[in-house]
Structure formats: C-alpha cells, structure tokens
C-alpha cells in the first residue's frame, strides 16, 4: 500500500521561506515521478511543481518559478519543496502525489496533505 506523508508546512511572513518534504513508502520510488499540488480555500486544487524520476526533468507552474524548488532524495524515497520568497497567495494545504509517467501527468496516490499560511 503506497503512503505518501508531507510534512513542513506551518505559518510564516509574508517573505519567508519554507521547505516541505513527503516521503513515501510502499513503492519503487524511483520509478515515479513526483509532484506537488495546493489547494487553497475557494478555489481549484492547483499544480505547483514536479520532477521525473531522476530529479533531472522539473517543471513548476509560472507564479512560482523563480522561488520555489523541487527535488528528490531517491535514497530516502523524499521529494522536497523548498519555498522562497511566499506571499499570502501561496497560502494553501500542500500535496505531494506520484505519477508513473512524468509527462502524461496520471497522478494516483496523494498525501494526506499539510498546511502552508503566509501571513501579510
């Protein structure tokens, strides 16, 4: 049974910086790729970043290139997001989810999800 645990999130100035990790277990971790998500109240769950199974391939939506990083420690079956620079619209509960295809974006298991507040 896959289970993907994140864990970082909490609250912080707007400015600030956060790094969020996920670990997973109950797969070949790195015969997947990995992504992050947010959902923020009142609004759709959002792709934020991702990266392929060799951590060379990453992709991050636009309004957070620049200041937030994805990366992958394979031997520790971790993917992180290290959060530069946040903003009170990056306030959201944080996801991570895998994919067995980094292009074709078929995202199945999901994390149970942790809190990011970025206060003004």
């Known amino acids: 049974q896959v289970q993907l645990v994140e864990s970082g999130g909490g609250l912080v100035q707007s400015g600030g910086s956060l790094r969020l990790a996920c670990v997973a277990s109950?797969?070949?971790?790195?015969?997947?790729?990995m992504g992050w998500f947010r959902h923020a109240p009142g609004k759709e769950r959002e792709f934020v970043a991702k990266?392929?199974?060799?951590?060379?391939?990453?992709n991050y939506r636009e309004s957070v290139k620049g200041r937030f990083t994805i990366s992958r420690e394979n031997d520790k079956n971790t993917v992180y997001l290290q959060m530069n620079s946040l903003n009170t619209e990056d306030t959201a509960v944080y996801y991570c989810?895998?994919?067995?295809?980094?292009?074709?974006?078929?995202?199945?298991?999901w994390g149970q999800g942790t809190q990011v507040t970025v206060s003004s």
């Open positions: 989810a895998t994919s067995r295809n980094y292009l074709r974006n078929d995202w199945n298991d």
């Open positions: 109950g797969l070949a971790f790195d015969n997947y790729a």
């Open positions: 990266i392929g199974r060799s951590g060379f391939d990453r």
